[in-house]
Each structure stands twice: as C-alpha cells, then as structure tokens.
C-alpha cells in the first residue's frame, strides 16, 4: 500500500501549481455501506502523525502563576481568568479565540470555568482545552499536540483530513498517509470494504485517486 501512496503523494505535488505560500497535503476517504446518520458510524479521533504535520500550530492555555510563565517562554497563547470571563461575555470574541487556535490546554483548576464560561462555543469545534496539572511539563503535551490531526466525520460519507505540509519528504508524508488507512481498515465494521475511494491533493491543487489502497 505504501508504494501506492507514495505514487499519489509524487502526482499530486506534480500536478499542483506553485504559490507563495506552504501548502498543506489532504486526502479525503469516501465510505460506503454506513449510515452516516448513526452515532455508532460517526468518527471522532485525534490522530497523531508519526512524521508530524510538517506545519505550525498555534496553542492557547488557559492558566496563571508558573504555569502561565512557562507557557510564554514556548510562544504558547496565555489566556487567564480575565480573559476567560471577557471571553464569556464577548460571544463573537470567543469564536475568533477558538477559530485562531488548533489546541487548548487548560491548567486544572481552571477546567470547571472554562467548560462552564466557553464549553457551547469552543466544544462544538473540537477546541475543548487538555487539562494539565499546573505543576505537570508541558514539553510531552506540545510535542504531541504539534503531530496531531483532528478526523471528524460529521454525518457525512466523506472525511477530510490534514497529513501534513507539501515540503514534507514524500516518503514522510506516504508514511502519514498509510497510518491513517490503516486506523479506518481497524476503525470502520467492514474495514476496507467500507471505504468506496481515497484521494490525495495539496490544499489548492487538483485531488489524485490513490489507485490501490487495500
């Protein structure tokens, strides 16, 4: 399977016109034989690449005191107890919080207010905050965070999903990519007879079927 991938990720990066920016390297899986609208079919996971995401991202933690210092040595957005009660009271501010970060982590003792105060705006995104001791490292956290993509399915029979940037080594990414089949061929009842078509593309490039994934 890997060599098929591999083949995909080469095409696709062929067939992509160059532009002034990074782009990031998707696939979308069609399933079939599911009902979509069952809770049972849906999936929910974040993943974590093995090679990474080959990108950025962006974190927030909620906290104070230590915690919040050591945060902003790692460039870590740092949200407090005003912050959060601003955002409360400001729906359209915590949107924008929630849109502009790809994590959250949440000191402990700070859970309770978070969920209460931003739960409805930043739950729904898949943005609720990793509690973390206020004592804990938060090296093991971000290092995990800075290799994890999110697979939602909604209920819909296609499943979008990031594998990482187009300056990623092709075998890196074929790499990612394979983790990722290998999770739905364990993942969906029927395993690869559930899955209909697989197809790989940069963010603004044309989408390559990979021929042979099973």
Request: net charge positive.
């Amino acid at each position: 399977m890997k060599e098929a991938v591999l083949r995909a990720v080469k095409k696709a990066k062929e067939t992509s016109k160059p532009r002034n920016f990074t782009q990031s390297m998707e696939m979308s899986i069609n399933l079939q034989g599911l009902d979509m609208k069952k809770t049972q079919n849906r999936i929910k996971e974040d993943f974590v690449l093995p090679n990474g995401r080959g990108k950025d991202v962006k974190i927030g933690i909620f906290a104070s005191g230590d915690m919040a210092l050591r945060a902003k040595k790692e460039n870590l957005s740092v949200f407090d107890q005003e912050d959060i009660e601003k955002f409360a009271k400001d729906k359209k501010l915590a949107k924008k919080v929630a849109n502009s970060h790809d994590f959250f982590i949440a000191q402990t003792d700070f859970m309770t207010l978070v969920g209460k105060s931003l739960g409805p705006i930043f739950a729904p995104r898949g943005k609720t905050p990793a509690p973390l001791p206020p004592t804990a490292s938060l090296e093991p956290i971000l290092n995990k965070m800075k290799k994890t993509v999110k697979i939602k399915s909604y209920n819909q029979s296609v499943i979008h999903m990031f594998v990482g940037s187009e300056k990623m080594d092709d075998e890196m990414l074929a790499e990612n990519i394979s983790e990722i089949i290998k999770f739905f061929e364990k993942k969906l009842e029927k395993g690869f007879d559930n899955i209909k078509s697989i197809y790989i593309k940069t963010s603004m490039g044309p989408a390559v079927k990979l021929e042979d994934f099973k």
